[in-house]
């Protein structure tokens, strides 16, 4: 069974900084590339970063670029997400989620895990 946890939001100032966890199992954490998505208070869901299976690769939405840096430990089967310089808007629900085809098809699932609330407030 495929599982993500997430971990490690808080309350925190403008300004500050937070580090998010993803645990994963049940699947082969190191083939898969891993991603982060928020979800602000009556907004919808908003991607924000995503690092290659081989972690050579990442990728920021503009809203978070130069901000954040996404990473991952394939011994841990886990990826993280740093957040540096807060801001009052990055307030929301973040959820790691992992794309996976299903085998035998050209279809690809996305699983979620429950997410970590991130409240920036001064």
């Known amino acids: 069974e495929v599982q993500l946890v997430e971990s490690g939001g808080g309350s925190v100032q403008p300004g500050g900084s937070l580090r998010l966890s993803c645990a994963t199992s049940?699947?082969?954490?190191?083939?898969?590339?891993m991603s982060w998505v928020r979800q602000a208070p009556g907004k919808g869901l908003e991607w924000v970063s995503i690092?290659?299976?081989?972690?050579?690769?990442?990728l920021y939405a503009d809203s978070v670029k130069d901000r954040c840096a996404i990473s991952r430990d394939d011994s841990k089967n886990s990826t993280y997400l740093q957040m540096n310089r807060l801001k009052l808007e990055d307030t929301a629900v973040y959820y790691c989620?992992?794309?996976?085809?299903?085998?035998?098809?050209?279809?690809?699932?996305?699983?979620w895990g429950q997410g970590t609330q991130v409240n920036v407030s001064s």
């Open positions: 989620k992992v794309a996976i085809q299903a085998p035998g098809t050209v279809w690809s699932y996305d699983y």
């Open positions: 049940g699947f082969t954490f190191s083939n898969y590339a």
């Open positions: 690092i290659r299976e081989t972690g050579t690769s990442t």
